[in-house]
């Protein structure tokens, strides 16, 4: 077989950074040595508790099936994803090694093998066209490679603290930082003041949106940045100025710690704070239009004032992990407080109730699904595409983004802020950590109620359904409408409506187009389309069916499982 020159180049590079290849067919690549055993004389391994039930197998289950179904190695890409969620699959990938990184018993193999994919990932981006995409895709990119440092740091601190050397995989630190740097300053340039006094614009080639997404992501990135970015010093061109012109202009080094990140985040933050961006519920909205827009004309007003009232579980998911990294970069204990009162509005509007940790018991009439409270019901967490079938490729993604940043948010505080002068006392600290402690073990049994449902959905090949929620009785669960709000376009499922592409904007329901210069795809009605073996309607195979965002999906929550519920309360 010839493969292409960047297929070639691809190979080389990891076979002389890891060695060679036993087989490029099973991708069975051996790229260090095993981590360290017990035996005198060699080097530091921790007290790890090992896994201790099935949670952590499906745990891994999803995982294999995520990479050994889904991902091209000989690529570095999985092909059926697009730019933006396989910059979220690799985020997965990356939490999902540290996972592993964590707990104990001969694992060695098994993080090579996934670090080797996580880095052919890298080559397989396509960093060019993601430039001209839209500022969120810019962001999730951003977010992607900084939690692959935070993987390297972590095992390293774990596994070759005591090491003569360090850990092979430290090589990589300052390829993906230089990646991340670019984009976040490439992102960066979406921040617009000329337009409701602040906030980031979703599109540079649509009518100004400024959406709950790009704002939150801006947010999340920025303080990400700050706490885990280790500087850079590759001069390599095509930076945020150079791109335009695409010349060969060096870029400087960048420091870590840098304080305008810092400045970014709590910017954002208090805009986004002030944007009147939530429902009546607490959740937030995807965002505002400025009504009376139009392209190339300019007009008085220039405030944020059509919003779009639809509800999506990533937009409540992503500022999470912000609102941790900003409480650890200041030691203000609000940024949590905000932060726990988010989680308990989305968990109220699945239909479960923290404070007796249990169901609602609210079926409607002649029906056997629960009802619907905002963000799912029967205390399940669904989007509204879910029960009629019509999930979009972005759609199918969102979920899983919702509870990989609820496990950011959740894990364990850590013993010292990072702050300018650190000027925390050590008793302040011990009772945030209590507080917050606390306050994420009553999410315990939410979660294990949703991963449960997930559970259900997987087919024979250990795939994930979109629809976790999905009643057994097929026929029960056809023709239920979705679930729209007034006032709401449900644009990341059924396309951008033609008014958004620099024409007049009036607010309300729109007629949905398909938009190719929005960058999403009109999806088809959820037609039935999949039948079992037995003849029996599969719910989850309508429409899209189970895709690489679906079991993405599961697996972000079998992650939250373990690392929330079973880790903590082992």
Not at 200 to 208: C, D, K, T
Not at 502 to 530: D, L, Q, W
Request: hydrophobic letters at 35%; a negative charge.
């Amino acid at each position: 077989m010839h493969l292409p020159f960047a297929h070639r180049l691809l190979l080389f590079l990891l076979s002389f950074t890891f060695g060679a290849y036993s087989s490029i067919e099973n991708a069975e690549i051996h790229l260090s040595r095993p981590l360290p055993g017990v035996q005198e004389n060699q080097q530091f391994i921790p007290q790890l508790k090992p896994p201790k039930n099935d949670d952590f197998s499906d745990f891994l289950d999803a995982l294999g099936v995520l990479q050994d179904d889904y991902f091209a190695t000989w690529q570095g890409i999985w092909p059926t994803s697009i730019d933006w969620t396989s910059a979220v699959l690799g985020t997965y990938l990356s939490a999902a090694l540290t996972t592993i990184s964590r707990s104990a018993g001969d694992n060695a193999n098994l993080i090579n093998k996934y670090f080797s994919e996580l880095v052919a990932s890298y080559f397989g981006q396509d960093a060019f066209a993601l430039r001209q995409e839209a500022y969120d895709d810019m962001l999730w990119v951003v977010l992607g490679w900084l939690e692959s440092i935070k993987f390297i740091n972590v095992h390293s601190e774990l596994h070759y603290s005591n090491s003569t050397s360090p850990w092979y995989g430290t090589i990589w630190t300052s390829v993906f930082a230089h990646r991340a740097r670019l984009f976040w300053d490439l992102a960066s340039q979406g921040w617009d003041t000329s337009l409701c006094n602040g906030g980031m614009v979703w599109s540079p080639y649509l009518e100004p949106y400024k959406n709950a997404i790009t704002n939150e992501l801006y947010i999340t990135a920025s303080i990400s940045m700050y706490l885990y970015f280790p500087g850079d010093d590759n001069p390599s061109p095509f930076s945020s100025q150079s791109l335009p012109r695409m010349n060969t202009a060096m870029i400087p080094p960048a420091p870590p710690r840098d304080p305008k990140y810092l400045a970014a985040a709590v910017e954002g933050y208090k805009w986004l704070k002030g944007s009147n961006m939530t429902d009546s519920g607490g959740l937030y909205v995807d965002g505002f239009h400025i009504s009376g827009w139009r392209k190339n004309n300019t007009q008085d007003n220039k405030r944020c004032d059509s919003r779009n009232e639809m509800v999506y579980t990533y937009n409540q998911g992503v500022l999470l992990s912000g609102q941790r990294g900003l409480y650890e970069a200041t030691g203000a204990k609000s940024y949590l407080e905000d932060g726990h009162e988010l989680v308990a509005d989305v968990i109220a509007a699945t239909g479960w109730n923290l404070k007796t940790d249990s169901l609602l018991m609210d079926h409607e009439d002649n029906s056997i699904l629960g009802k619907w409270h905002g963000l799912g019901r029967s205390g399940i967490v669904e989007e509204a595409c879910d029960a009629p079938g019509y999930c979009s490729q972005d759609g199918q993604t969102f979920k899983g983004i919702l509870f990989h940043h609820l496990t950011l948010f959740c894990d364990p505080l850590p013993d010292h802020l990072v702050l300018p002068d650190d000027d925390v006392a050590a008793q302040s600290l011990e009772e945030v950590r209590k507080y917050h402690s606390k306050q994420c073990a009553k999410y315990s049994n939410w979660i294990k109620h949703n991963a449960r449902a997930a559970l259900t959905t997987r087919n024979k090949a250990g795939k994930f359904g979109m629809w976790w929620g999905a009643p057994v009785d097929t026929a029960a669960g056809r023709n239920i409408p979705a679930q729209i709000p007034d006032q709401a376009v449900d644009y990341r499922n059924l396309g951008t409506p033609e008014s958004w592409n620099g024409k007049p904007f009036g607010g309300g329901n729109e007629t949905m187009e398909a938009n190719s210069s929005g960058g999403v795809e009109k999806r088809g009605n959820g037609n039935m389309k999949g039948r079992s073996e037995m003849g029996i309607m599969d719910l989850n195979d309508r429409g899209r069916g189970r895709t690489v965002e679906t079991q993405g999906g599961g697996l972000a929550l079998l992650r939250a499982q373990w690392e929330l519920v079973d880790e903590v309360g082992a």
